[in-house]
């Protein structure tokens, strides 16, 4: 199926063929068809699987058609709701661009700056608003801007903003917005909370899901080395000067973390810039800009500002500190392998951090391999790890891991992990066999 044969209008087909898009990915496939015919949508979909115009492309010609017949004055008519700021201003963009042939304004609008270009935009007209929600519910109550006209709302990343303590202020929107409109959810993951939150926002869904999120991992080869926490920027310095990494995401449990790793890798010569809370928006938006247009190789990022990071062609992401929540592996890797390109994913596991890795690999149902690296296996067999890991380690068990790691639905790229380095974990995934 090609993009015309989805009754896409000409103004946005050739702006997909500026974009270089040859053919929809699954979810627009799916979705767009069913948005221009009206109706709600319920996804399942991470950031890098097209979602993004599998839900602006239908608002984008609705508004447009619409505006051919009724001529209406620019007022909002269209808002997506995303959890951060990166997000919003990607989606942004993505507007700008599938829109580029209409005559439709977009806006957008982010906490942590001054608001007054915003609101500046605001007042010239906008048509389709993407905001994030503090920034937004400030400017209602400033009286800066109605939803009493939005025909059209998303809310992206739904899991995120949950996650990020966004719910009720998600709630008081809705609350806003007519209840005569067209609603979207786009969620990665669907815990409870969000489908109680879809069932009070959206009128008769249709449930629409891309491969399940274990599933789009699977063009990423993925391994984990054991490293001492005093080793890993050494470790990592090492890695870095394989020239085959040529734009790598390191991402850092926390902020000062992500400081220290920078900081260290100046020391080293190697160019990195941080991007997490505690940067301003300026330098945030600049380290992001360097490193989309490869101007920058190593960027060092914590969750949450890497979250909705949209790079093509990024090759490496590394995991510095395991994550503790094990979705947020799968968000991580998702920033690498974007729209069906491969990419590596590498991970460095602290004794204290084999706990998380058991749980990532429990949720992703299959075994990291694990890599060791020559040139420094004999100070790596002097680390704490391998140290207590090889010392309970007896052979029979080591024997009966090597048996019995077939997942169901391992991956082609799977290769054995050197067993000497599991052992007590060893024990503990046995269960996950059963
Ligand atoms: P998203 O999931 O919306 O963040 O999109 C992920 C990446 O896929 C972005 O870089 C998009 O530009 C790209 N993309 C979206 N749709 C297509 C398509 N049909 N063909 C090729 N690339 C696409």
Redesign the pocket.
């Known amino acids: 199926m090609t993009f015309p044969e989805l009754k896409i209008i000409d103004p946005i087909l050739k702006a997909l063929v500026t ?1 270089e ?5 699954p979810i ?1 496939l799916e979705a767009i068809p069913l948005l221009l015919e009206g109706n709600d949508i319920l996804g399942s979909a991470q ?7 599998a839900f602006a492309i239908p608002i984008l010609q609705n508004l447009y058609l619409q505006k051919q017949i009724e001529k209406s004055p620019r007022i909002i008519k269209a808002l997506v709701l995303a959890p951060t700021r990166e997000l919003a201003l ?1 989606i942004h963009d ?1 507007f700008k661009e599938y829109g580029r042939n209409l005559d439709l304004r977009t806006a957008v609008i982010y906490g942590g700056v001054n608001q007054a270009r915003q609101v500046a935009q605001l007042n010239q007209g906008v048509d389709i608003l993407i905001a994030t929600p503090g920034r937004l519910l400030d400017l209602i109550q400033q009286k800066k801007l109605t939803l009493a006209n939005i025909a059209y709302f998303v809310l992206d990343e739904a899991d995120r903003m949950l996650d990020m303590g966004f719910i009720k202020d998600v709630h008081k929107i809705v609350a806003m917005i007519p209840t005569k409109r067209q609603t979207m959810l786009f969620s990665a993951t669907m815990p409870n909370a969000i489908l109680n939150l879809a069932n009070e926002i959206l009128n008769q869904p249709k449930r629409v899901q891309v491969a399940s999120e274990s599933a789009t991992i699977d063009k990423i080869e993925q391994a984990v080395y054991f490293v001492d926490v005093k080793r890993k920027t050494d470790f990592l310095i090492k890695l870095l000067k394989n020239p085959e990494m040529k734009s790598v995401l390191v991402f850092s449990r926390t902020k000062h973390g992500a400081n220290k790793i920078v900081k260290n890798l100046l020391l080293a010569g190697i160019q990195a810039l941080a991007i997490h809370g505690n940067k301003s928006q300026g330098a945030r938006q600049e380290a992001l800009f360097q490193f989309k247009a490869k101007k920058l190789r190593v960027l060092v990022a914590t969750d949450i500002a890497a979250r909705g990071i ?1 790079i ?1 062609e990024l090759s490496h992401v590394i995991n510095y500190d395991l994550p503790e929540v094990p979705e947020t592996y799968i968000h991580r890797m998702g920033r690498t392998g ?2 069906g390109l491969g990419g590596d994913a590498i991970s460095f596991c602290s004794h204290d951090e084999v706990k998380f890795l058991q749980d990532i690999e429990r949720h992703i149902k299959m075994v990291i391999p694990v890599k060791t690296d020559p040139t420094h296996s004999a100070n790596y067999g002097n680390s704490s790890i391998q140290t207590k890991a090889s010392a309970s380690l007896k052979s029979s068990e080591s024997t009966s891991y090597q048996k019995k790691i077939a997942y169901p639905g391992k991956k082609k790229n799977y290769k054995k992990p050197e067993p000497k380095f599991y052992s007590k974990y060893d024990n503990k995934n046995k269960n996950l066999n059963k």
């Open positions: 974009k898009y040859e053919e929809p990915t627009q950031t890098g699987t097209g979602k993004t115009a990607q993505n949209d093509d974007r729209a």
